[in-house]
């Protein structure tokens, strides 16, 4: 009796075990893009798993954020606070609209569900409710998706491919709110029906198509630009008390490293501005606040290599990847 009451055990831990994998693991046709999505750099650390579980409308918001800004191609409150300066609501700058939600407040992921309102990504339920926690549906996301589309992108039109949502036999389930952003998504291929002949707009998102969907929206062309090449240039020329060390160019970068005044402190910058997307990153929370960096050479590809005059360190910056590794 003990010996069939453990191999019944062993059967029934086995399967949870089995079922919990299948859980966490993602779907075939989704692992490729999962992969893809996750070097581009916009899938948090906790959507890196229990890829067929629904994704809630926080983590939704997050993610969304994460994608405009790697869209951008510039360090995160570099991105976001330019976006501001730039765009104007009623006549006014835009404002970062933080604590709009009483039931957001204080959660993890409270900071990005404020920018991603902010953005115009997300709406609440009202009378101050997100509720974070809920499922989005397809109709919902696709709706999102354009919104996020729009934050960056701009000067699209409806084809005859998007005619092609009218063959679904549950066309008239999607919202009226909802159907030019199916619509949309449909025509750049980035959202598809369910089946050949259901599109399911009332059916609920999973994490896994979250994921793939911003990968095949990054696909759709766009040309992110925040600001022009000389802005940028002259927003770091602007930095208060700013000194100039070294200044290199190359064909598609601009390096700029020097000194500024922040808070009557003596801050250090090391900016890359490409020339061709008109993103710029400052790597210099990747080097040792004390270093001193010096003989810079910048070579013909994609690479500044530079020394520590202090300790002897020579490092090498990847301009493209704008990451700093100390040279062996």
Known sequence: ?????SILLVVVLGAGVTCAFATNSASEWAKEEIEKATRLGFVSEELQNSYRENITRAEFAK??????????????????STYLQVHVDQGEPLSFKADTFSDVKD????????????????????????????????????TML???????????????????????????AISSWADTA??????????????????DPKGTYTREQCLATFLRLNEVYS???????????????????????????????????????????TETCLWI????????????????KEAALGDFILNDGDELHCEDTKTGIFYVIDLAAAEVAVLS
């Open 1 to 5: 009796m003990k010996k069939l009451l």
């Open 273 to 288: 501005i490409n020339k061709n997307s008109c993103g710029r990153r400052n790597v210099i929370s990747q080097i040792p």
């Open 182 to 199: 199916v619509r949309y998504m449909y025509q750049w291929d980035v959202m598809h029906g369910v089946s050949d002949t259901e599109f």
């Open 223 to 265: 040309h992110p630009v925040l600001l022009q090449y000389g802005e940028m240039v002259s927003q770091v020329e602007a930095l208060p008390g700013y000194t100039e060390i070294y200044r290199g160019e190359s064909e598609r970068y601009t390096i700029m490293y020097g000194t500024y005044k922040a808070e009557q402190k």
């Open 146 to 172: 354009l919104r996020v589309y729009f934050c960056y992108g701009s000067g699209v039109k409806l084809g005859p491919k998007s005619e092609g949502v009218d063959s679904f036999s549950d066309v008239s």
């Open 63 to 80: 993610t969304a954020v994460l994608f405009a800004v790697m869209k951008f191609n510039m360090d995160f409150e570099d991105a976001l």
């Open 107 to 142: 959660t993890p992921n409270a900071y990005y569900v404020d920018w991603a309102y902010t953005l115009g990504i997300v709406e609440g339920r009202g009378d101050g409710i997100f509720d974070p926690d809920a499922p989005i549906t397809r109709e919902e996301a696709a």
